[in-house]
């Protein structure tokens, strides 16, 4: 995924409201920037780091800005929530992942029970719901979700397993928006209950599928599937 804007350098000052962050440019000039990420943002969250953001045209918008990364030991990490699903639906769209690749109809937030998926996929020998979450926490060598607990993260695994139930694959993409680490786990000190439906819903038969990304003030791109404990 290439940006299609050029992105504006600036050095962060503070996150706050959960939604918002202060942020100075290279000329200067102190702007506010929408921050897609509601999580804590732990590991990923340094005050006077540098930042890139995406310049918004959109006079609904009360913030010119949305911040896309920010470098956390001289490289670039993903803070934008939004990107991971557009990433997945692409990839699984073109076949660049290999796990999700052949499929004839790939569409985007459809219903299944009582959630609604990220991406469905189908061709004459399957059904697949897939389920996207972001990535961005790190502790030693380790990629760690979810960053605060999430009783809708709990609800998608359920529903997934559902799906395995009734036959159709089920798969849980975690896209994982940092370079500096080299297996995935649930964050089980965050939120143990996540972390027991997760392995709940591997022993049922749902995929587990962690996919790094590399990022750059360029593009965000797919580069390898991590091993996983649970």
């Not at 000052?13 to 702007?31: H, M, P």
């Not at 509601?38 to 780091?49: D, I, N, P, R, T």
């Not at 469905?120 to 972001?134: G, H, L, R």
């Amino acid at each position: 995924m290439r940006f299609e804007n050029q992105l504006v350098h600036g050095t962060l000052i503070r996150r706050y409201k959960r939604f918002l962050a202060d942020v100075k440019l290279d000329n200067g000039t102190e702007v506010i920037a929408h921050c897609t990420n509601s999580g804590s943002m732990k590991s990923c969250l340094e005050e006077g780091a540098e930042v890139y953001l995406t310049p918004v045209d959109d006079p609904k918008r009360k913030t010119r800005f949305t911040w896309e990364m920010i470098k956390i030991n001289n490289d670039w990490v993903g803070i934008n929530t939004s990107v991971p699903n557009k990433l997945a639906f692409d990839a699984v769209s073109s076949g660049i992942i290999p796990e999700l690749s052949g499929y004839t109809l790939v569409k985007r937030e459809v219903q299944f029970g009582d959630s609604r998926f990220d991406i469905y996929a189908e061709n004459a020998q399957e059904k697949c719901f897939v389920e996207v979450k972001n990535v961005s926490m790190k502790a030693g060598k380790y990629a760690l979700f979810p960053d605060a607990v999430t009783t809708r993260g709990r609800k998608h695994l359920k529903t997934l397993m559902q799906v395995k139930a009734e036959g159709m694959r089920a798969v849980m993409l975690y896209v994982i928006q940092r370079s500096d680490v080299n297996i995935f786990a649930p964050a089980k000190e965050i939120d143990p209950g996540y972390a027991e439906t997760l392995k709940e819903a591997f022993d049922a038969g749902v995929e587990i599928l962690p996919m790094q990304v590399k990022v750059t003030p360029q593009s965000i791109d797919f580069t390898r599937k991590l091993p996983f404990e649970l």
